[in-house]
């Protein structure tokens, strides 16, 4: 059939490899898109053109003479009147940019000339000939200059050899018809060149050199194109206002952007007549808002797409200040301009102590879930007989039972709202759920990182070795303009929203009517830069009325975790080189490191690793150490679960100070080791704020961790030492020994106690209990001679004489009163000439109560006894001789 353009389509099918494009009504493709009225669809590949006049896709550029690509990719006629203007004899001068070039070749090198510039400049013209499929010898290359690489070249006209010896179709374009080929295919020429293997052009910068063309479009100008060209913004002005007489209004048709033919044109007056969808006339006038969304494609997630792969390269302090023209290091104005701060320009960090990835995986939400219920049941799981994944259950019309969820704790949309009303992600939710879950895990260095430029000042404060500062970013496919624009086309909607036509049958059915049927449009531009809604289908149309297709997906919730740890073989290596106080040698350093590590404390293929801990005192391992983030998280977040919903455009920074204090022990000796570590949290922080404009479409989780420089060591000593004892034993004795010296020069200098020495007080006791001993020896006597007296003058009628010595013996030091009543008769105590007196038994035999008498005697006589002793002893102490306080007796 004829085209537009006058050109024939080739006939028949199109052979294997090839595609055909076509202006049809609404059509279905290969693929399943419809295609609306008026658009067109080039099916080669998009980096190919698709040449009319030979009936194939072709690449680099247009084969048929004088053709070049309009928008859609179709190799179309140039206009005659444009075409007379072009110089087929003139070269062109052109250029492109590299950002990078392959590790074969050095840049300054490159630049600066000499055989790898040579090298360098054939395969940059043997890949660009590829490309746009020309002769070689058409390319020359004027300079290479620096920024980062711009390559300046010309197109030159074929010589004729080289057009005598190809065919009149493939026949080399001239200079300015290649250039319009290489406009057309700039954008995609780095991707072109990549699939092709190894090339220079796979750097190309796709952005470089795009500019309005001086001369006519590629494209025909249709008449609303160039009215839009002379349009005047005055003219708007002169427009009446328009109101909506009929706000009964329904659109299926999407708006295109592309360039379109004069026979194709689909004007407003056509819209408003009778369409197939539409079985009435549009109204004479309306006031129509058109929000426009331009984003990606959305690809799935996938640990290949989002997990970081690629190291940093280059050293962070290097790259921080790059550039500024400071000769002295590498740049950077510091606020604080110290002696240490323009130090720490010249530190460099080594390629094996920055920042890497651990661990990353992304794994289907709902899959993960059913995976890990049995493993705990000791169930096997197999992903190809599972059928319970979130992307299944996002378009099911089955839905998932309730028995399903028993096992993971989720409760349903009823059950949060009532007893959980005032909080936010208390718990997962069993109709709407996460599509993706992505897990990984980056590990940077605390310290013992740096590389100091000169020698360190010990009187210096180096801050960067007490803190650790970085962030994570996170691009987005949109910004919050799309959230505003979203917003103010939604407050446009008429009475009761908008509404469009859907075929989903499980819908119209829920609400009792056959399908094609209206469906209230709740979002607009959401569901196209954010994406479906995840969840279970069919649960949340029957308590909702709605479907998932109607929602869109909330935003990327971020559940950061931050973990101390402890790398024993670093610390090892840097108290070997340090030797700091208090430390041990190597080896034993070593255990009490893998003591104080969890990882290490539990390892199996330790012998009795944690008997031996307990023997050095180590009982609980502090490290790994998890920060507590709840109070920052709380304030930046209201998640029960603490997760954070990522925002385009916002920077979530969590500041955190930590207290690490090193425990020393000291044993009975004095030695002193190190015997664990205290860990605690002296402040967290959390805080949310807007982006700059031109990250607005980025979100940033910034984590600044300082250790507090003010914490101290801890030193636990025994209550009491061996030291200790032996040295406050030694100052007692020497206290005392003073004291005594002391006492001594007293005694013999004032001689308190007469004559009385310092080796006289033992004498002086001895002397008093001698003393006392001959006084009680004294009253003794007195009082056995009292008794005897006592008897002999109460039996004197019977003229008896009474033993003293048995009176002394047998009654004066009587075992016990009980004994002496019992046992002593009065027989007993006289003299053996004398012991059959005359007495009676009755009278021989009774002593008690005599005793009672003589005992009633003593006491009445007890005063005068004592005067009389105590006159003893006055006289006894007076034959002495009297110290000269009056009480002390002389000692010879």
Known sequence: SEAESGECCPPGAPPSGTALMASVEISKIDNGLELQSGSKVNLCSFTEFYDVKLGECVSGMCRTPNTRPDADRYCRQIPPKELA??????????????????????????????????????????????????????????????????????????????????????????PAIVQMSLNSIRQTLSTRASSSGSSLLSYTDPTFGLKQETSESAQKITGAEALMNSFDGSDLEKVPIRTVENPELYSLSPVGLGGREKINEYKPKDRSGVTQDEKWESPEQMDIDVSLFVVPVAQEVTAERLCPSLGKDEDPVREMWKGDGNTDGYGGNFIVQSMEMKQFKRWRIPADRRMKLVSCETADWLEEKVKERAESLGEEFSPEENVYTSANMKDSDCGLPDEFWKSFGCKSMESLSEDHSDQFRASCNRELFPAKAMKYEVEVPFNDKWIQGEERTESFFYKPEWILDFATVYYFTYDKTAEETENAFASKAPAGGDVLITNDTLYCEAHGMPAPCPQSMLYAGKMVFRGQSSGDNKQVLEKTGVTLSQLPASSPAMVPRLTLHLDIDRTVDLIMRGKPQWWPEPEKTREILKCNDAMYNNDENLDNIQTRCRELGIATPPFPYTVDLEDAMAAISSAQDQALSI???????????????????????????????????????????????????????????????????????????????????????????????????????????????????????????????RKCELRRKKAARKIKEDLEREYRFYNIKVDLEKVLTLLVDPPSTKGLREQVKLVDVLKDANRNAGLHDHISSVLGEVRVQMNKQEDDSEQSDDEELEELERKESLAKGAGPLGWLPKLN
């Open 647 to 773: 925002l385009p455009g916002y920077i979530y920074t969590i500041d955190i100070v930590l207290n690490l204090q090193p425990h020393y022990e000291e044993d009975m000796f004095g030695t002193r080791l190190l015997k664990t570590f205290i860990i605690s949290l002296s402040s967290v922080k959390g805080s949310k704020g807007e982006m700059s404009f031109n990250h607005r479409n980025q979100a940033s989780f910034r984590v600044k961790f300082a250790l507090n420089n003010n914490v101290r060591g801890l030193l636990q000593r025994p209550v009491m030492p061996w030291l200790s004892l032996l040295t406050q034993a030694g100052a007692w004795m020497g206290m005392w020994g003073m004291a005594g010296l002391m006492l001594s020069m007293t005694f013999k200098g004032l001689r308190m106690w007469g004559d009385v020495g310092p080796d006289d007080p033992g004498s002086l006791m001895d002397s008093m209990q001698d003393n006392h001993m």
């Open 85 to 174: 203007k072009i110089d087929m004899a003139a070269s062109v001068t052109d250029s492109l940019r590299l950002t990078g070039i392959p590790a074969e070749y050095d840049s300054d090198a490159v630049l600066s000339g000499g055989r790898e510039r040579d090298k360098f400049e054939q395969d940059f013209i043997k890949d660009l000939a590829k490309q746009l499929g020309v002769p070689e010898s058409m390319i020359v290359v004027s300079d290479i200059a620096e920024g980062s690489i711009i390559v300046s070249f010309k197109i030159l006209p074929a010589d004729d050899e080289t057009t005598s010896s190809g065919n009149a179709s493939a026949a080399p374009q001239a």
